[in-house]
């Protein structure tokens, strides 16, 4: 009996060790955020080429990463060879859940 103890404990010790294993691998939307801005309809019918969209966040400030549409982290732009990526410099607090 203590074998069967012994194998149906091994086999529990991971599950508990990795409470997200079955979902580690699930892929989500991934959105860098250079800024935000509100415009009437008016204004996007208007858009050519060359327009400028002004943005509430001042030049310089972190970009934000949102995951799945949540806000987890703000970060700066590197370049990577011929690509752009995310240095992490910040990892932001959970927002509070709403009732």
């Known amino acids: 009996m203590s074998s069967s103890q012994t194998s149906s404990s091994s086999s529990e010790a991971p599950a508990v060790a990795q409470p997200f294993a079955r979902v580690r691998d699930v892929s989500c939307p991934v959105n860098v955020l250079l800024g935000t801005g509100t415009m009437s309809v ?3 019918l208007a858009l ?3 327009s ?3 943005l509430t966040q001042s030049a310089g400030e972190d970009l934000q990463l949102v995951v799945n549409g949540v806000l987890l982290a703000r970060g700066e732009i ?3 060879e011929d690509s752009a990526a995310l240095r992490i410099t910040e ?3 959970p927002a509070a859940a709403s009732e």
Do not use: F, H, P
């Open 42 to 44: 008016r204004e996007c």
């Open 48 to 50: 050519t080429r060359n």
């Open 52 to 54: 400028i969209v002004e």
């Open 78 to 80: 590197v370049i990577i």
């Open 91 to 93: 990892i932001c607090a």
